[in-house]
């Protein structure tokens, strides 16, 4: 059970795609001394109007506070109250752009308009107003309120657009967590390894670990049927989003839980003190475990309750989502290197395909993972590894699959004012490497060779991983990060195979599992045998 939740729930571990819009700042300057400003988000169409990329070619504009009305009709406005200024109305009765004409005809040089929901991208067909060329914006309406409590009634305000910074030193948070866990999930499945190796000189241990083991071997054609339920799945999400992402969040949370207990409870595990049991079921429990239950299914709670704060909640989805990789990575094992070269490669078609071949089958031109990535609003902006959620009705917030890691971008841009916004890396980008890092840990601890398919890997994969960082950066958009971490990882290990002469090996597995299956099965019939023989006499 607890396998098959881990496995559910690691079929969304995936790099989410861009969805684009356009954000800015709209910098406003009060006319006290020394001048106080202060910066507020706007969302714009670079299809409309292009702003500057700095305040040092913005033009200042007198702002005329004019909330108390929609502007649908150019009498709703005394005459000469808009010349050569900038004018903030309220959203709603017409479209933006039959504003943005009244306005302009009435001398206005930059139309805002505040609105009282969640601002969302502007979207009006500019063809039939090609004559309207006045920048035009969308800011919230408590801007607008917190404006005047902070600059006063005289401020002057301008637009502009800064670039996105090409480097955030988020990358780097995200960089170390996605090697760090890589590299432990690897140890540890090494470690539990070495206990099976140990286990199996003890006839009586091994029966003993093999009740306690709660390993799940991959088979290629258990490989291939998770690949086919991974496609089936997201294209189930495709079409019922609003339905599905609960039952994706209710799965983390029961996963994630588990994992974080697996972790902590191996931890302390090797505390010798405080191992005060009691007796419940038949069965000596300690203490300790059970207050670390406790802790574990408190921590996924608050989350799911907690999920949608996106200033704090992040740190405590990152930890159980390290929880659960790093529990998936030890669990999971895969008995050769053809099922791993099998699962990646799979996997790897499957994100290209979903990312970058299925705009040319649905109707709209996007492709299903995008439209998974946006959910059921598609008013997501997610822009090299930035994520920023503006859904257009506040009472509809919009729900997210929880299968990334989430580090908020630390550099200063249009997005850090209109949103937090993150840089994401996908639970599979860590977990399907790391299951070939972990098999490489096994190997080097079945043939005694000095962990060095271990390290080989996990260098190879923090190699993809600043490859990905780097084409992130040129491409200006987000990348399937498993398409550089699986050819570096799979290289990596053939060459240092090849190298080592161990390449049959390597690809069939350690022939200690089949001796132990084989022993195994002998001890079954020697029993029978030796039951049935008193029976024969």
């Known amino acids: 059970m607890r396998a098959a939740g881990l496995l559910w729930a690691a079929l969304w571990g995936l790099l989410l795609p861009p969805v684009t819009a356009d954000e800015g700042i709209l910098h406003a300057s009060g006319n006290g001394v020394p001048p106080v400003t202060k910066d507020y988000c706007i969302i714009y169409s670079s299809k409309w109007v292009s702003l500057p990329e700095s305040l040092d070619n913005a033009t200042f504009r007198t702002l005329e506070n004019l909330t108390s009305t929609v502007l649908c009709n150019s009498s709703q406005v005394p005459s000469g109250s808009m010349k050569d200024k900038a004018v903030v109305v309220m959203r709603g009765n017409c479209t933006f752009l039959e504003k943005a004409r009244i306005a302009q005809s009435l001398g206005a040089k930059m139309l805002l308009i505040a609105s009282k929901p969640r601002l969302s991208p502007l979207s009006d067909n500019k063809t039939d107003f090609e004559d309207v060329t006045l920048p035009v914006a969308l800011i919230r309406y408590n801007d607008i309120v917190d404006m005047q409590l902070t600059l006063g009634n005289e401020v002057n305000v301008t637009l502009y657009s800064p670039p996105l910074p090409e480097f955030d030193c988020s990358m780097v948070v995200i960089f170390l967590i996605a090697v760090f866990t890589v590299a432990l999930g690897g140890y540890w499945s090494g470690v539990a390894e070495l206990e099976n190796l140990k286990a199996i000189a003890t006839p009586g241990e091994r029966e003993t670990r093999r009740k306690k083991e709660e390993n ?28 599905l992402v609960y039952v994706i969040i209710s799965v983390f949370c029961l996963a994630s839980a588990m994992s974080l207990y697996n972790c902590l409870a191996a931890l302390i595990g090797e505390i010798p003190f405080g191992q005060c049991r009691i007796a ?24 799911a309750v907690f999920r949608n704060e996106d200033r704090w909640a992040w740190i405590l989805q990152d930890i159980l ?27 790897l078609l499957y994100d290209v395909f979903f990312v970058f071949i299925t705009p040319f089958i649905t109707k709209n031109g996007a492709s299903i993972m995008v439209e998974v990535a946006a959910g059921p609003f598609g008013n997501s902006e997610k822009n090299d590894g930035n994520l920023v959620e503006v859904p257009t009705e506040r009472s509809a917030p919009h729900e997210k699959l929880p299968v990334v890691i ?19 890396l996908g639970f599979g980008d860590i977990i399907v490497p790391g299951l070939l890092v972990a098999y490489c ?97």
């Open 321 to 347: 989502g390290v929880a659960f990789c790093l529990n998936f990575i030890k669990t999971l094992k895969m008995p050769n290197f053809k099922s791993c070269v099998i699962l990646l490669g799979l996997l």
């Open 406 to 424: 989430r580090v908020p971008r630390l550099e200063y841009s249009a997005s850090t004012l209109c949103d937090m916004p993150f840089s994401l």
């Open 441 to 537: 840990r096994r190997f080097d601890v079945q043939t005694s060779s000095s962990s060095v398919y271990y390290i080989s890997c996990t260098i190879a994969y923090a190699i993809g991983m600043v490859l990905t960082f780097i084409v992130l950066a040129l491409m200006k958009m987000g990348q399937p990060a498993l398409l550089y971490l699986v050819p570096c990882t799979l290289i990596a290990s053939s060459l240092v195979a090849w190298r080592r002469k161990e390449m049959k090996k390597f690809w069939k597995g350690s022939s200690y599992q089949m001796m132990e299956h084989l022993d195994y099965t002998g001890n079954e019939e020697s029993t029978a045998s030796a039951s049935e023989q008193p029976g024969g006499q």
């Open 216 to 243: 799940v071997t991959f088979t290629p054609v258990t490989v291939i049927l998770f690949v086919v339920i991974c496609c089936v799945m997201l294209v189930l999400l495709y079409f019922f989003y609003k339905w």
């Open 280 to 303: 419940c079921c038949n069965k000596n429990i300690e203490v300790r475990l059970i207050f670390l239950a406790v802790f574990c299914i408190a921590a996924a709670v608050v989350w």
